[in-house]
């Protein structure tokens, strides 16, 4: 598959002027190095693809990071948060239940019209698990999904899983918001204060918990590469 070039684009809503900004196959691609404030961000993805379901804004792919943070999805059982250890607390929009949101983490946010991808949010969300498990493998992690739960594993020994990747998306007119999370280095103690994504049998891993000393530049340039691979063929 030919790869078109990245051509550079102005600062938009969605980001800061300090943002590395780049459009690929037509679809906008923002790389936000600050940590990003989650209701600017809640706020800015709105916009965001208000404007892409009127033909306003093209697609859009923004890599960030938050500060610490939970949130909890239209399915998150109050009980299921136990000891926030003060860190602020969002109810969000997307699917899913609580998680963690922190530095060393790369967030996902993907802004797609699905209408141009068949209207197939069962399909979308198989995508997105192959797009992650397709990165991972780049560094030799083998990912896994699970019929019963979304998001994807690693298998450790004992038959134990743990969650390396979550998936939690809204959309609304069929254009998509929210979207991943992968855990590259961040502070896995705070995935004690919640039970993640409401499951309490298995655990929560990361790439440097697994031995890997990625960049998150790195990570970056694979998911850009694996979702050019998987989406635009």
Known sequence: MSKTAPAKIAPGPTGSADDSLSRIAGIDWRISDRLVDYDAAVAAMEQRAAAIRVGEAPEL??????????????????????????????????????????????????????????????????????????????????????PDRVGVWIERDGGREEKIAAIGIRIRRWVSYHGLAINLDPDLAYFDGIVPCGIHEHGVTSFAALGLTTSMAELDGELQNCFLEKFNT
């Open 61 to 146: 792919i923004w890599l960030l990071q938050h500060p610490p943070l939970y949130t909890g999805g239209t399915s998150a059982d109050p009980a299921d948060l136990f000891n926030p250890a003060g860190l602020p607390v969002y109810r969000s929009g997307r699917g899913g239940q609580y998680t963690y949101h922190g530095p060393g983490q790369r967030v996902v946010y993907v802004l797609l019209d699905l209408k141009k991808r068949g209207a197939d949010v069962r399909r979308f969300v198989t995508d997105l698990e192959e797009w992650i498990i397709a990165t991972l493998w780049r560094f030799n992690l083998r990912g896994v999904v699970r």
